[in-house]
């Protein structure tokens, strides 16, 4: 892909959005203390997304008054991989898919083995 797409952060926060809502609300009702943010820009080059924090599969009884789980969308990134909108919904779907996966336990190699 040459990367000739811009999309507009709102733009890009409703194609977020959406790609929430396609999540199972039996998989959304599971989901806790975490909030899935854009951000322009990541902290590395090329990430596309990012999980920061304890999966739920870690938390035990130890687990209060803690900070919510982090999910960063990098716009930017994404916008730079995509050559028409399509390919950033697409995208956007796929990592926000790959980064909840990461709150549930779901590690890379297993998200690769699923096809994700």
Known sequence: MAGVIEVAREKFEELVSEALDTIPAELTRMMDNVVVVV???????????????????????????????RIEIYRNTINQICDTEDDVVHEVRVTVVHEIAHHFGIDDDRLHELGW
């Open 39 to 69: 951000v322009d820009d990541p902290p590395e080059p090329n990430l596309l997304g990012l999980y920061t924090g304890i999966p739920l599969t870690e938390r035990g009884g130890w687990y209060s008054a803690v900070l919510p789980d």
